[in-house]
């Protein structure tokens, strides 16, 4: 049995024709998605000689051990129609040029695309490069953390390359592995989690700027490796068919009695999500119980706590604030997280609370 060729890998090309500043493209591992854009980045400088910009979260991602082969795939001379022959990678940038293969050296040269790492860009960042084209910040999507006021730190990388000139084209390449992210909030992009494989998305702001977000539709099923995924696996769905990957999360397997059984309630209010988070207490034991809230909360005098501080004495940016009225709960709440004491309604429950976790603690994980 033959596997199918149609559509194999992802197609750059309907994105391109929104024409947008900044381009979002999410899915699954391996489809394709970084190389369609560094084959746009290679057409680009073929065609205007404008540079083109590789950007990373983190300095040893653009070592040479890990990057040098990036451009690998690609059939330079082809391309360049006998221009050029070889690409290579130096000191944060790869050249482009005619290389002698028998004697192993260059014969001509010049600069075709510079790296950037999030994380060292204010202490390495150097002269004006000339005019950019094409900009690719790859696998800006993480299940880890994310840097301290990353988003910041993305635009100043951009500034430093875009300067004055208007010209430049992002383009924000992620794996399907969290549907929580900065950039979604930092840009107002909201119910990012609510699209569907195969939705493409164009916001146009105020000054002109436009934000193409496209959830690319999966395919796995045409790719001969997909039999080395095809397990009922939540964590799984991401590889072999671009959807989020949530974990799976603890459920509780009996029933609670919410009004007798629930000792104490408290809320989190995050990435638009509002979680109703219950302190139990079955005879001996005590655990976390969460679940989405649905109903309408007076949250003015509830426990709750949130990304933004409002001048509410009764709400929190930190599960540990050292102004914590509520001291013991905090410390129970604390200890109940971090013995994993917990069950969650839904495994998307169990995904947003995690993500909160990880903004407010910036040291722990649940997964």
Known sequence: MTTKKKNQYYDIKPLLKLNAEYNMIMGERSNGKTYSVLNVMIEHFLKTGEYGVYIRRYADEILPSNIKGLFNPFEI???????????????KQFDIGTYDYDKDKWIKKEPFCFCAALNTWESAKGPDRGIVGIILFDEFLTRRYYLTNEFLSFQNVLSSFVR????????????????????????????????????????????????????CESVGETKESAKFFNFNSTKANMITTGKWEIPDYPHYG????????????????????????CIVR???????????????????NELVFTTSPDGNPRHYTSFSSSTFAYAKVAQLINMLIRSDKMFFSTNKVGEIFNNYWKWQSRYSVLN
């Open 77 to 91: 001379e082809k391309l360049s129609k006998g221009k050029y022959n070889h690409i290579g990678y130096r000191g």
């Open 282 to 300: 079955k005879k001996e034991e005590v655990f976390l119980y969460i679940h989405m809230q649905t109903k309408d909360v007076d949250f003015d």
């Open 164 to 215: 004055d000139r208007g010209n430049a084209k992002v383009f924000m390449v992620g794996n399907t592995v969290s549907f929580y992210s900065p950039y979604f909030e930092e840009f107002g992009l909201e119910n990012i989690k609510d699209m569907k494989v195969g939705d493409v998305a164009c916001f146009t702001f105020e000054n002109g700027t436009k934000i193409a977000v496209e959830y």
């Open 254 to 277: 009996k029933s609670i009695d919410f009004i007798r059984e629930v000792i104490f309630r408290f809320y989190v209010y995050f990435d638009n999500e509002i979680l109703c988070c």
